[in-house]
């Protein structure tokens, strides 16, 4: 009998960790390890080669980041520790004791410039408008050079649940998916074994308002533009605007089939 391929899910707990894990934990043939930032702070070097030289995993799902622009624009410290040097810690830590793994990144196409409307394929070069994609931009290259087989996977997503703000932008665009939708894509990239970079993207470009429109008790989500947002929240930083992108690796996912 096949021995099941260890995998280890960092972030497991997040929005797209937590559908992720569920679809590997309900796959007979993956041995699933999913280490809490209190048992494997990524920024803690000791603790993630405690882990990875214990578990040996096969495969690394690196979902755990800083996330949030503006809490990444007013804690560069703590932004630069989780998303940088807890990559540089993963890294090191599989190429000392378990350098065959396949190491898989998710990023995000805030690592290019949002003024440029025009679809973002693989190939694009980084330009990120703050400090969350100029951390995620260094966090790819960290993985790019290192000697694991890697795969670097960007798309933008949200849960499948109710919209949790008032309001949602109408001039922020990205072809979004679910998040249980972008963690079937991961899967299927996974098991087909790519490397690379790759878009998992949504068939349709979509506001971020017209996407909370599709969100469940999210009838009463109110539109606001981000000259408006800007005006009541003065400290923020530069939000991405367009976050459009191509794939020339993949197919896209329909984000109507729930």
Not at 55 to 79: D, F, G, M, W, Y
Not at 181 to 190: D, T
Not at 216 to 222: A, F, L, R, W
Request: glycine share 4%; net charge positive; with cysteine.
């Amino acid at each position: 009998m096949k021995e099941k391929t260890k995998i280890l899910i960092t972030g497991s707990s997040g929005r797209l960790g937590r559908p992720l894990t569920m679809l590997f934990l309900n796959d007979k043939r993956y041995n699933v390890i999913t280490p809490s930032h209190k048992e494997m702070p990524v920024e803690d070097r000791n603790k993630v080669f405690e882990i990875i030289e214990k578990n040996k995993p096969e495969i690394v799902i690196h979902l755990a980041a800083l996330t949030s622009p503006p809490r990444c624009e007013k804690n560069k410290l703590e932004s630069w520790r989780i998303t940088v040097e807890g990559t540089i810690n993963l890294v090191d830590a599989c190429e000392m004791f378990s350098p065959r793994c396949y190491f898989v990144l998710m990023s995000t196409p805030c690592v290019f410039s949002g003024e440029d409307e025009n679809p973002k394929d693989e190939n694009h070069i980084y330009n990120p408008d703050n400090y969350y994609g100029f951390c995620k931009a260094i966090q790819e290259m960290v993985v790019r050079r290192s000697k694991l087989k890697w795969l670097i996977i960007r798309g933008n997503f949200v849960p499948y649940e109710k919209w949790p703000y008032p309001k949602a932008f109408i001039d922020r665009k990205s072809n979004y998916l679910f998040a249980h939708q972008l963690a079937k894509g991961i899967k299927e990239v996974i098991e087909a074994n790519q490397t690379g970079i790759i878009h998992i993207i949504g068939n349709r470009v979509l506001s971020m308002y017209e996407l909370a429109k599709l969100c469940p008790e999210s009838e009463n989500v109110q539109p606001i533009t981000l000259e408006e947002y800007y005006n009541e929240n003065p400290d923020s930083p530069k939000l991405t605007k367009n976050m459009i992108l191509k794939s020339t690796r993949w197919k896209e996912y329909d984000i109507t089939e729930l």
